[in-house]
């Protein structure tokens, strides 16, 4: 049932990904401080953005703790 739930969330954002990327396709260039990013359409830097997100949450579920007892 857990399994089914994340394949549904994941295609539900998928899916908004895709939707709001389609309807946002002019090109945006991201700045930070002093460096700049080339013109990008919106929708490559969502997904981009998206991604980035995903794995860096699955790199940090996926560090171990320790307990002191």
């Known amino acids: ?7 549904t ?8 990904i ?10 945006v260039a991201i700045q930070f401080l002093t460096f700049q990013s080339v013109a990008l359409p919106f929708g ?7 991604a ?5 949450t699955a790199a940090l579920l996926n560090v171990p703790t320790t307990r002191k007892k």
Do not use: D, H, Y
């Not at 969330?9 to 908004?16: E, G, K, Q, S």
């Not at 490559?44 to 998206?50: I, P």
């Not at 980035?52 to 860096?56: A, I, R, S, Y």
């Open 44 to 50: 490559v830097v969502l997904s981009f953005c998206a």
């Open 1 to 7: 049932m857990r399994q089914l739930t994340l394949v």
């Open 52 to 56: 980035l997100g995903m794995l860096m």
């Open 9 to 16: 969330l994941l295609a539900l954002w998928i899916m908004a």
């Open 18 to 27: 895709a939707i709001i990327a389609v309807q946002n396709a002019t090109p």
